[in-house]
């Protein structure tokens, strides 16, 4: 399913970028075809026939609210304040569209079915380099405790609304038992994955969808990148994930089980459509990729007693 931008929304768009542009064309962006997308790449000619390329987000109803939007615009401002690789800003109209204009920067936000341990480190070396800023909740920017944080698929699964299983539940009581760990607030992506980063080679150049950004503890965004690298592939990714991580922010990361625990558990109870890929890179089904969840959330409880102070 494909959603067009309105003709005044992309009015809007190419008046943002000055006098005298004209749209070219407009490109979904969006991965699936169950729902539409909110995300398009622009290309808006200006002066002198020269062509620009641009991203504009829109809201969508029953999907992506305003406020993420406004979450997004505000990240952005403050990746582009703090210097990090992130798209710019160009504009927010949020008195009536709700929608944003940012650069476009180029990359590839493919899955490839073999991971480098160079790559796997450079992920985590990417989420040190925005952790590195303390920072509180702030309008638009709030605090978050788990990533996705507009999900809760534990407590949707505590109301009875989601299936679950002996060890989601198991995990579940753990976690809350445990209770949150005492840490300093940083800067938060709130929603890694594959697909929101954009990679040359084995160098990330750049963080991208930050709608769910805020401020919370780091291992927020480092136990859903090693949970995600998990469950593309395999159980020794995570660790790989963590060296970059500890590598670049000169410290070691503190309640890894926890976090990894919390990531595991804002998933579906069954892994259905998310990449993984055996060790000869063919891709893997949603029952072999449930396990791979299933076996990092184990690990992540065996060593809850030892690692999460």
């Known amino acids: 399913m494909t ?14 970028l000055g ?3 004209s749209q070219l064309s407009v490109e979904s962006l969006g991965r699936g075809s169950h729902r539409s997308s909110g995300t398009f ?3 808006i000619e200006g002066p002198a026939d020269r062509a620009t390329d641009v991203i504009l987000k829109v809201p969508v109803r029953g999907w992506i609210a305003a406020a993420w939007l406004i979450t997004n615009a505000r990240a952005l401002q403050l990746a582009e304040a703090h210097g990090l690789s ?13 929608s944003t204009l940012e650069t476009f920067l180029s990359g590839s936000a493919d899955f490839p079915p073999t991971a480098s341990v160079a790559r796997l480190r450079e992920g985590g070396a990417a989420l040190a380099r925005v952790h590195a800023f303390t920072m509180e909740a702030q309008s638009d920017l709030p605090y978050r ?5 507009v999900d809760d698929r534990a407590g949707e699964r505590r109301r009875g609304s989601m299936p679950t299983t002996p060890l989601l ?7 809350r038992s445990h209770g949150v760990p005492s840490s300093a607030s940083v800067f938060v992506h709130g929603d890694v994955w594959a697909g929101n980063m954009l990679w040359e080679g084995d160098r990330c150049v750049a963080l991208i969808d930050w709608k769910t950004a805020g401020v919370g503890d780091p291992g927020v965004d480092l136990g859903s990148l090693r949970m995600q690298m998990a469950l593309q592939y395999g159980q020794e990714a995570p660790g790989h994930v963590l060296e970059g991580w500890q590598r670049q922010a000169g410290r070691a990361a503190t309640s890894v089980p926890y976090w990894d625990a919390v990531a595991a558990l ?3 109870t ?4 998310l990449p993984g890929f055996a060790d000869d890179g063919s891709p893997l089904d949603a029952a072999a990729v449930t396990e791979r969840r299933d076996a990092f959330l184990r690990a992540a409880l065996d060593q809850f007693s030892v690692r999460s102070s």
């Open 3 to 16: 959603h067009s931008p309105g003709e005044a929304t992309l009015a809007w768009a190419c008046g943002a």
């Open 19 to 21: 006098a005298g542009r």
């Open 41 to 43: 790449r622009l290309r």
């Open 86 to 98: 992130a798209p710019r800003l160009i504009a927010a109209d949020f008195g009536g569209r709700g």
């Open 145 to 149: 405790p788990r990533p996705c944080a």
């Open 169 to 175: 539940r198991q995990a579940d009581e753990r976690v």
């Open 266 to 268: 804002n998933t579906p």
């Open 270 to 273: 069954v892994m259905h459509g």
